[in-house]
C-alpha cells in the first residue's frame, strides 16, 4: 500500500540549530514526493518538490530510494519557519496525493 | 479575489440539516479537490474534478455530494451527517489533474451537532 509515514508529530529546535523533518514512504514505483507547509493563520502551500532540486526559504530534500526516505533539512532554523509541514506522495497509479500526519515544528527564541 | 475561496468558513449543522460548502478558485485551473483535513488523521482524498467531470470518488458515504458546474466552482452538499463528519474540509485545484502542485483554500470548519 502505498503510504506516508512522519513519525514526529512535534520537533522543537532553538533559534539557528538545524532541523530535519523525517519522512518516509512506501511505494512500489517511482516515487513524486512533496513538501507542504502551513503557517499559522494561514493555508496549505506547496513549499517544495523533489525533482524541482530547488531550496526553497532555505529548506532542501533529498529523495533517498533505498531508504525510502525524503527528509526536509535546514541548517539554521528561524522563528518564522515554525508552522505545521506535511510530506506528501503522488500515487503514479491513481494520480492521487497522498499525505502524511504532518509535523509541527517550533522553532524557539 | 485570487487564488482558492471558500465559503462558509464556519459551519454548525444539526444532523438533519442540508447544508452546502462552496469553493471558487481564479486561477485558470482544471481540476478541483475536496479534501477533509479531521484531528489526528492525515488529509484525506474525497473527491476529485477534472474538466468538470468527476475522476476519484474516494469511497465517501452518499451524505457527501459534490457538484462541479464548470471549472471555476466546486460544492459539497451535505445531508444527515453524522458528529464524526465533523472536520475541517479543504478545498484545492490545480492547472490539472493528477499533479501534486495544488493550491488550497482557507478550509469550511464544519461541526455536526
Known amino acids: 500500500a502505498q503510504r506516508v509515514t512522519q513519525p514526529e508529530k512535534l520537533l522543537s529546535v532553538f533559534k539557528g540549530a538545524p532541523v530535519e523533518l523525517k519522512c518516509n514512504y512506501s511505494?512500489?514505483?517511482?516515487?513524486?514526493l512533496f513538501w507542504y507547509v502551513q503557517y499559522s493563520r494561514q493555508r496549505l502551500q506547496l513549499l517544495l518538490r523533489h525533482i524541482s532540486r530547488e531550496s526553497i526559504k532555505g529548506f532542501t530534500a533529498d529523495l533517498n530510494k533505498g531508504e525510502t526516505s525524503f527528509h526536509l533539512k535546514k541548517p539554521f532554523a528561524q522563528e518564522e519557519d515554525s508552522a505545521m509541514y506535511y510530506c506528501?506522495?503522488?500515487?503514479?497509479?491513481?494520480?492521487?496525493?497522498?499525505f502524511g500526519q504532518g509535523t509541527t515544528l517550533q522553532v524557539k527564541p | 479575489e485570487t487564488g482558492v475561496t471558500q465559503t462558509p468558513r464556519h459551519l454548525v449543522m444539526g444532523m438533519t440539516n442540508k447544508k452546502s460548502l462552496k469553493c471558487e478558485q481564479h486561477?485558470?485551473?482544471?481540476?478541483m479537490y475536496w479534501y477533509k483535513q479531521s484531528a489526528k488523521k492525515p488529509l484525506e482524498l474525497m473527491f476529485v474534478?477534472?474538466?468538470?467531470?468527476?475522476?476519484e470518488n474516494n469511497s465517501v458515504p452518499s451524505r457527501f455530494s459534490p457538484e462541479c458546474p464548470n471549472s471555476s466552482h466546486l460544492f459539497l452538499h451535505l445531508h444527515t451527517l453524522q458528529p464524526e463528519d465533523s472536520a475541517l474540509y479543504l478545498c484545492?485545484?490545480?492547472?490539472?489533474?493528477?499533479?501534486?502542485?495544488?493550491?488550497f483554500g482557507e478550509g469550511s470548519r464544519l461541526t455536526v451537532l
Open positions: 511505494y512500489s514505483g517511482s516515487p513524486e
Open positions: 506528501a506522495l503522488i500515487s503514479g497509479n491513481t494520480g492521487k496525493l497522498i
Open positions: 486561477l485558470g485551473h482544471n481540476a
Open positions: 484545492a485545484s490545480s492547472d490539472r489533474a493528477n499533479t501534486g502542485e495544488l493550491f
Open positions: 474534478y477534472s474538466l468538470e467531470e468527476r475522476v
